[in-house]
């Protein structure tokens, strides 16, 4: 399995980006995607989920409203539009696959990783 991140870039506080993970490697048909996040000095966290079937969502708290994960089955791509940045969303955005056993929010939930995209908002 491959993952692959882009999109990331220097926004300003207020704007919005949109990140793509390009999936490759199987078919993730009863697998969950996911975006994690590492800030500065900060443990990697779960910013959002979707299972590929069905689509079915999860956000955490600090994003809820703001940002929107969502899938392109066909092209096997994986995308997290942001809005409405702030400052503390400024980190590395990782891409994460994983089966569905354990809790969606968890690392250890999550076999393959990519490389991460670097997201920087200025205040």
């Known amino acids: 399995v491959q993952l692959v991140e882009s999109g990331g870039g220097l926004v300003q506080a207020g704007g919005s980006l949109t990140l793509s993970c390009a999936a490759s490697?199987?078919?993730?048909?009863?697998?969950?995607m996911a975006w994690f996040r590492q800030g500065p000095a900060k443990e990697r966290e779960f910013v959002a989920s979707?299972?590929?079937?069905?689509?079915?969502?999860y956000y955490a708290e600090s994003v809820q409203g703001r940002f929107t994960i969502s899938r392109d089955h066909g092209r096997s791509l994986v995308y997290l539009q942001m809005i409405g940045l702030k400052p503390e969303d400024t980190a590395v955005y990782y891409c994460?696959?994983?089966?569905?056993?354990?809790?969606?929010?968890?690392?250890?939930?999550?076999?393959?990783w990519g490389q991460g995209t670097q997201v920087t908002v200025s205040s």
């Open positions: 994460a696959a994983g089966n569905m056993r354990g809790s969606n929010t968890q690392r250890a939930s999550y076999g393959y």
């Open positions: 490697g199987r078919t993730f048909t009863n697998w969950r």
């Open positions: 979707i299972t590929w079937n069905a689509a079915t969502t």
